[in-house]
T-cell receptor
Framework: EDKVVQSPLSLVVHEGDTVTLNCSYE??????LLWYKQEKKAPTFLFML????IEKKSGRLSSILDKKELFSILNITATQTGDSAVYLC????????????FGAGTQVVVTP | NAGVMQNPRHLVRRRGQEARLRCSPM?????VYWYRQLPEEGLKFMVY????????ESGMPKERFSAEFPKEGPSILRIQQVVRGDSAAYFC????????????FGNGTRLTVT
Protein backbone atom coordinates (compact mmCIF):
# COMPACT_ATOMS: atom_id res chain seq x y z
CA GLU A 1 0.00 0.00 0.00
CA ASP A 2 1.24 3.49 -0.86
CA LYS A 3 2.42 5.55 2.07
CA VAL A 4 3.51 9.16 2.59
CA VAL A 5 4.87 10.24 5.97
CA GLN A 6 5.80 13.79 6.89
CA SER A 7 7.74 14.84 9.92
CA PRO A 8 7.60 16.61 12.20
CA LEU A 9 3.83 17.02 12.42
CA SER A 10 4.28 20.51 13.74
CA LEU A 11 6.93 22.90 14.92
CA VAL A 12 7.25 26.40 16.29
CA VAL A 13 10.28 28.52 15.46
CA HIS A 14 11.37 32.13 15.86
CA GLU A 15 11.78 34.49 12.96
CA GLY A 16 15.19 34.03 11.40
CA ASP A 17 15.47 30.35 12.26
CA THR A 18 15.98 27.63 9.65
CA VAL A 19 13.53 24.76 9.39
CA THR A 20 13.91 21.38 7.74
CA LEU A 21 10.83 19.39 6.82
CA ASN A 22 10.92 15.72 5.90
CA CYS A 23 8.81 13.65 3.56
CA SER A 24 9.25 9.91 3.10
CA TYR A 25 7.24 7.96 0.60
CA GLU A 26 6.56 4.44 -0.57
CA UNK A 27 4.70 4.32 -3.86
CA UNK A 28 4.80 2.14 -6.92
CA UNK A 29 5.71 3.67 -10.27
CA UNK A 30 7.12 6.85 -8.74
CA UNK A 31 7.46 9.79 -11.11
CA UNK A 32 7.85 13.04 -9.13
CA LEU A 33 7.53 14.51 -5.67
CA LEU A 34 5.62 17.76 -5.20
CA TRP A 35 5.69 20.24 -2.34
CA TYR A 36 2.86 22.65 -1.53
CA LYS A 37 2.27 25.38 1.03
CA GLN A 38 -1.25 25.64 2.41
CA GLU A 39 -2.39 28.59 4.45
CA LYS A 40 -6.10 29.07 4.95
CA LYS A 41 -7.06 28.37 1.38
CA ALA A 42 -5.51 26.93 -1.77
CA PRO A 43 -2.40 24.79 -1.62
CA THR A 44 0.25 26.82 -3.40
CA PHE A 45 2.73 24.94 -5.56
CA LEU A 46 6.36 25.17 -4.41
CA PHE A 47 8.48 22.51 -6.09
CA MET A 48 8.27 19.51 -8.36
CA LEU A 49 11.24 17.14 -8.01
CA UNK A 50 11.90 14.39 -10.48
CA UNK A 51 15.65 13.79 -10.36
CA UNK A 52 17.62 12.61 -7.38
CA UNK A 53 20.26 14.85 -5.82
CA ILE A 54 19.43 18.04 -7.68
CA GLU A 55 18.48 20.87 -5.36
CA LYS A 56 15.72 23.22 -6.40
CA LYS A 57 15.70 26.72 -4.94
CA SER A 58 13.20 29.53 -4.81
CA GLY A 59 14.26 32.42 -2.64
CA ARG A 60 14.65 31.19 0.92
CA LEU A 61 13.12 27.81 0.11
CA SER A 62 14.98 24.83 -1.26
CA SER A 63 14.23 21.17 -1.72
CA ILE A 64 16.00 17.98 -2.69
CA LEU A 65 14.94 14.45 -3.53
CA ASP A 66 16.63 11.13 -2.74
CA LYS A 67 15.05 8.45 -4.91
CA LYS A 68 17.22 5.71 -3.49
CA GLU A 69 16.21 6.34 0.12
CA LEU A 70 12.70 7.49 -0.89
CA PHE A 71 12.57 10.84 0.85
CA SER A 72 12.64 14.54 0.23
CA ILE A 73 13.58 17.54 2.34
CA LEU A 74 12.20 21.06 2.25
CA ASN A 75 14.37 23.76 3.82
CA ILE A 76 13.29 27.26 4.74
CA THR A 77 16.05 29.64 5.79
CA ALA A 78 15.69 32.98 7.60
CA THR A 79 12.05 32.20 8.35
CA GLN A 80 9.45 34.98 8.43
CA THR A 81 5.99 35.05 9.97
CA GLY A 82 4.57 34.74 6.45
CA ASP A 83 6.10 31.27 6.25
CA SER A 84 3.58 30.06 8.84
CA ALA A 85 1.52 27.43 7.05
CA VAL A 86 1.01 23.72 6.56
CA TYR A 87 3.55 22.24 4.17
CA LEU A 88 2.39 19.27 2.17
CA CYS A 89 4.29 16.77 0.09
CA UNK A 90 2.77 14.40 -2.45
CA UNK A 91 4.29 11.85 -4.82
CA UNK A 92 3.02 11.62 -8.36
CA UNK A 93 3.13 8.26 -10.12
CA UNK A 94 3.46 7.38 -13.77
CA UNK A 95 0.14 5.57 -13.89
CA UNK A 96 -2.08 8.00 -11.97
CA UNK A 97 -1.48 11.49 -13.19
CA UNK A 98 -2.96 14.08 -10.92
CA UNK A 99 -3.88 11.52 -8.29
CA UNK A 100 -1.61 12.97 -5.68
CA UNK A 101 -1.46 11.20 -2.36
CA PHE A 102 -0.82 13.96 0.12
CA GLY A 103 0.95 13.49 3.41
CA ALA A 104 -0.68 14.78 6.59
CA GLY A 105 1.50 17.86 6.38
CA THR A 106 3.82 19.72 8.71
CA GLN A 107 2.33 22.71 10.53
CA VAL A 108 4.97 25.44 10.80
CA VAL A 109 4.42 28.39 13.10
CA VAL A 110 6.92 31.23 12.93
CA THR A 111 6.76 33.59 15.89
CA PRO A 112 8.01 37.18 15.78
CA ASN B 1 -2.98 35.36 -15.85
CA ALA B 2 -5.85 34.26 -13.66
CA GLY B 3 -5.39 31.17 -11.59
CA VAL B 4 -7.85 28.36 -11.09
CA MET B 5 -11.23 29.92 -10.38
CA GLN B 6 -13.78 28.21 -8.20
CA ASN B 7 -17.23 29.33 -7.25
CA PRO B 8 -18.99 29.74 -5.03
CA ARG B 9 -16.44 30.26 -2.24
CA HIS B 10 -19.00 29.18 0.36
CA LEU B 11 -22.10 27.10 -0.14
CA VAL B 12 -24.71 26.17 2.44
CA ARG B 13 -27.17 23.42 1.70
CA ARG B 14 -29.79 21.61 3.74
CA ARG B 15 -29.73 17.85 3.90
CA GLY B 16 -31.26 16.36 0.77
CA GLN B 17 -30.54 19.32 -1.49
CA GLU B 18 -28.15 19.36 -4.41
CA ALA B 19 -24.79 21.13 -4.46
CA ARG B 20 -23.08 22.28 -7.65
CA LEU B 21 -19.48 23.40 -7.51
CA ARG B 22 -17.80 25.08 -10.46
CA CYS B 23 -14.21 25.24 -11.56
CA SER B 24 -12.54 27.09 -14.41
CA PRO B 25 -8.98 25.90 -14.99
CA MET B 26 -6.03 28.15 -15.60
CA UNK B 27 -5.71 29.45 -19.14
CA UNK B 28 -4.06 26.86 -21.32
CA UNK B 29 -4.77 23.99 -18.93
CA UNK B 30 -6.87 21.11 -20.19
CA UNK B 31 -6.57 18.73 -17.23
CA VAL B 32 -8.83 19.22 -14.21
CA TYR B 33 -8.80 17.45 -10.86
CA TRP B 34 -11.12 17.58 -7.87
CA TYR B 35 -9.95 17.02 -4.31
CA ARG B 36 -11.81 17.02 -1.03
CA GLN B 37 -10.52 18.07 2.37
CA LEU B 38 -12.64 16.92 5.27
CA PRO B 39 -12.29 18.75 8.61
CA GLU B 40 -9.00 17.83 10.29
CA GLU B 41 -8.04 15.56 7.39
CA GLY B 42 -5.73 15.78 4.42
CA LEU B 43 -6.51 16.41 0.79
CA LYS B 44 -8.00 13.38 -0.94
CA PHE B 45 -8.19 12.85 -4.68
CA MET B 46 -11.66 12.46 -6.13
CA VAL B 47 -11.60 12.65 -9.92
CA TYR B 48 -9.46 13.57 -12.93
CA UNK B 49 -11.06 14.92 -16.09
CA UNK B 50 -10.11 16.21 -19.48
CA UNK B 51 -12.51 17.92 -21.83
CA UNK B 52 -15.60 15.70 -22.18
CA UNK B 53 -13.80 12.73 -20.61
CA UNK B 54 -13.48 11.27 -17.15
CA UNK B 55 -9.98 9.84 -16.93
CA UNK B 56 -9.88 8.57 -13.35
CA GLU B 57 -12.76 8.63 -10.90
CA SER B 58 -11.34 6.13 -8.45
CA GLY B 59 -11.67 8.59 -5.56
CA MET B 60 -15.31 9.47 -6.12
CA PRO B 61 -17.98 8.04 -3.83
CA LYS B 62 -20.05 5.60 -5.84
CA GLU B 63 -23.36 7.30 -5.19
CA ARG B 64 -24.62 10.88 -5.29
CA PHE B 65 -21.38 12.35 -6.67
CA SER B 66 -20.70 13.13 -10.32
CA ALA B 67 -18.33 15.34 -12.25
CA GLU B 68 -18.13 16.67 -15.76
CA PHE B 69 -15.89 18.90 -17.82
CA PRO B 70 -17.86 19.87 -20.92
CA LYS B 71 -16.43 21.10 -24.19
CA GLU B 72 -17.50 24.61 -23.31
CA GLY B 73 -17.67 26.02 -19.81
CA PRO B 74 -16.35 25.12 -16.40
CA SER B 75 -15.96 21.75 -14.77
CA ILE B 76 -18.85 20.91 -12.43
CA LEU B 77 -18.79 18.71 -9.35
CA ARG B 78 -22.35 17.76 -8.47
CA ILE B 79 -23.45 16.27 -5.17
CA GLN B 80 -27.03 15.08 -5.01
CA GLN B 81 -29.03 14.66 -1.79
CA VAL B 82 -26.28 16.07 0.37
CA VAL B 83 -25.69 14.72 3.87
CA ARG B 84 -23.84 16.27 6.81
CA GLY B 85 -20.79 14.13 6.06
CA ASP B 86 -20.37 15.94 2.74
CA SER B 87 -19.42 19.12 4.59
CA ALA B 88 -15.86 19.81 3.50
CA ALA B 89 -13.64 22.03 1.40
CA TYR B 90 -13.65 21.00 -2.24
CA PHE B 91 -10.60 22.02 -4.21
CA CYS B 92 -10.20 22.01 -7.93
CA UNK B 93 -6.78 21.88 -9.57
CA UNK B 94 -5.60 22.08 -13.13
CA UNK B 95 -2.44 21.25 -15.04
CA UNK B 96 -1.14 22.00 -18.47
CA UNK B 97 -0.35 18.40 -19.35
CA UNK B 98 -0.84 15.13 -17.59
CA UNK B 99 2.19 13.58 -16.03
CA UNK B 100 4.96 16.13 -16.13
CA UNK B 101 3.42 19.37 -14.99
CA UNK B 102 2.41 20.35 -11.48
CA UNK B 103 -1.16 20.82 -10.32
CA UNK B 104 -2.28 24.35 -9.48
CA PHE B 105 -5.12 24.60 -7.02
CA GLY B 106 -8.04 26.99 -6.73
CA ASN B 107 -9.15 28.57 -3.46
CA GLY B 108 -11.78 25.93 -2.92
CA THR B 109 -15.49 25.83 -2.18
CA ARG B 110 -16.42 25.32 1.43
CA LEU B 111 -19.63 23.30 1.55
CA THR B 112 -21.65 23.26 4.74
CA VAL B 113 -24.60 20.93 5.03
CA THR B 114 -27.10 21.86 7.73
Amino acid sequence: EDKVVQSPLSLVVHEGDTVTLNCSYEVTNFRSLLWYKQEKKAPTFLFMLTSSGIEKKSGRLSSILDKKELFSILNITATQTGDSAVYLCAPMTTDSWGKLQFGAGTQVVVTP
Amino acid sequence: NAGVMQNPRHLVRRRGQEARLRCSPMKGHSHVYWYRQLPEEGLKFMVYLQKENIIDESGMPKERFSAEFPKEGPSILRIQQVVRGDSAAYFCASSQTGGDSPLHFGNGTRLTVT
